[in-house]
């Protein structure tokens, strides 16, 4: 049972123009959640995150919503680069005290010149 | 730069044929672990370190293993490699176990069955 969804496979945007990319998740004990990037032929890279006790995470064009009622979060890449393109992994980390990541199966975004 | 290295970063080994993955770290973190990634799926903890504390995942198969000797390494055995053990396999690591401490991951290294 995937308990972090990102229904997405893919996403393609316009240099310059928004891009959101979208997760769900179904346990209510996720307390935090943490957005990574990955490049082909790398691993994931940490990007930015939020606690549950916040709505909104904002670092330079990444921000992260966080809509707790709708177990729903997005990040908001604004404006889109082509070195943006990459796969987006949402995760969840319980509130065990322990860091057990869960992660969805990610969206691939295409930037275009 | 400080980092985590997973060697090799491809492997090809036989059927049944006993194969070691290592991972190493210039991180001085507390925690290890390791991620299975199939093609299109989302990564999956198979176990992980805290210090020298082994914690596996309910799920994980009997059919792997890892070992911690130190700080800086951790390895991933699989005993009797199925082809339904071709995947990606990731190593990460984190300062300690807290929710909001970033896990840091290695490029990975891609296991092939033949």
């Known amino acids: 049972d995937q308990q972090v969804k990102q229904n997405s496979p893919s996403l393609s945007v316009q240099e310059g123009r928004i891009s959101i990319l979208n997760c769900d998740y179904t346990?209510?004990?996720?307390?935090?959640f943490l957005w990574y990037k990955k490049y082909p032929a790398e691993g994931p890279t940490f990007l930015i995150s939020?606690?549950?006790?916040?709505d909104k995470n904002e670092d330079g064009r990444f921000t992260v919503f966080l809509n707790k009622s709708a177990k729903h979060l997005s990040l908001h890449i604004v404006p889109s680069q082509p070195g943006d393109s990459a796969v987006y992994f949402c995760?969840?980390?319980?509130?065990?005290?322990?860091?057990?990541?869960?992660f969805g199966t990610g969206t691939r975004l295409l930037v275009s010149p | 730069d400080a980092m985590v290295i997973q060697n090799p970063r491809y492997q090809v080994t036989q059927f049944g044929k006993p194969v070691t993955l290592s991972c190493s770290q210039t991180?001085?973190?507390?925690?290890m672990y390791w991620y299975q990634q199939k093609s299109s799926q989302a990564p999956k903890l198979l176990f992980h370190?805290?210090?020298?504390?082994?914690?596996n995942e309910a799920d994980t198969p009997d059919n792997f293993q890892s070992r911690r000797p130190n700080t800086s390494f951790c390895f991933l055995d699989i005993r009797s490699p199925g082809l339904g053990d071709a995947a990606m396999y990731l190593c990460?690591?984190?300062?300690?176990?807290?929710?909001?401490?970033?896990?840091?991951f290695g490029d990975g290294t891609r296991l092939s069955i033949l």
């Open positions: 346990n209510s004990m996720f307390d935090y």
């Open positions: 370190y805290y210090d020298k504390d082994f914690n």
């Open positions: 939020i606690s549950s006790i916040k």
């Open positions: 995760a969840a980390n319980p509130n065990t005290g322990f860091q057990k990541l869960v």
């Open positions: 990460a690591t984190s300062p300690g176990q807290g929710g909001s401490q970033p896990q840091h």
């Open positions: 991180l001085n973190h507390n925690v």
